[in-house]
T-cell receptor, first 112, second 114 residues
Framework: AQTVTQSQPEMSVQEAETVTLSCTYD???????LFWYKQPPSRQMILVIR??????QNATENRFSVNFQKAAKSFSLKISDSQLGDTAMYFC?????????FGTGTRLQVFP | KAGVTQTPRYLIKTRGQQVTLSCSPI?????VSWYQQTPGQGLQFLFE???????NKGNFPGRFSGRQFSNSRSEMNVSTLELGDSALYLC?????????????FGPGTRLTVT
């Protein structure tokens, strides 16, 4: 069975700085998809970024980028130029057969 | 396009009662998934519907059920409520995108069982 592990329960970063959130996963499949979701205190889950396993190029979305290491089964999220609005829970998720398997989340606090 | 809507947003029930939660997906989305979020267990997949058919089911007891209507709206039902059913229930609608279904979440229904 697939599992997703986020080893950092909480992190903090100063505004304008860069922070990296870690995620590892376990699967025997070769083709799959990985996602990062953000859940602000208002609770609406928002898709941040996605990565297809068959693509070697790391995905980027504005200030958000990933470091995808397929062999190491690692999928970290880098947030550049952190903003106060980035304060949220961040969930790493593995997409498999029509369902998402989530990690336990990392609570990110951005300080002014 | 309007986002995923869930009703009600908050609900308080007592043990033994049953509850029905509703989810309206984004227009054009035919797949709806349900997740339970609790502090202890995190986010867990309940089930997924596509074109009124349940395609996938998580590891939850039979007290948890769902259905999808022809307009893609979905409901989930929990019968004989237990205290442990207190949770945030999230609905997500999705559309095929490059081989995967990108899921877009609603605001959730906060269920409290007393």
């Amino acid at each position: 069975a697939q599992t997703v592990t986020q080893s950092q329960p909480e992190m903090s970063v100063q505004e304008a700085e860069t922070v990296t959130l870690s995620c590892t996963y376990d699967t025997s499949e070769n083709n799959y998809y990985l996602f990062w979701y953000k859940q602000p205190p208002s609770r609406q889950m928002i898709l941040v970024i996605r990565q297809e396993a068959y693509k070697q190029q790391n995905a980027t979305e504005n200030r958000f980028s990933v470091n995808f290491q397929k062999a190491a089964k690692s999928f970290s999220l880098k947030i550049s130029d952190s903003q106060l609005g980035d304060t949220a829970m961040y969930f790493c998720a593995f997409y498999n057969t029509d369902k998402l398997i989530f990690g336990t989340g990392t609570r990110l606090q951005v300080f002014p | 396009k309007a986002g995923v809507t869930q009703t009600p947003r908050y609900l308080i029930k007592t043990r033994g009662q049953q509850v029905t939660l509703s989810c309206s997906p984004i227009s054009g989305h035919r797949s709806v998934s349900w997740y339970q979020q609790t502090p202890g267990q995190g986010l867990q997949f309940l089930f997924e519907y596509f074109s009124e058919t349940q395609r996938n089911k998580g590891n939850f007891p039979g007290r948890f059920s769902g259905r999808q209507f022809s307009n893609s709206r979905s409901e989930m039902n929990v019968s004989t409520l237990e205290l442990g059913d207190s949770a945030l229930y999230l609905c997500a609608s999705s559309v095929p995108s490059g081989g995967a279904y990108e899921q877009y979440f609603g605001p959730g229904t906060r269920l409290t069982v007393t």
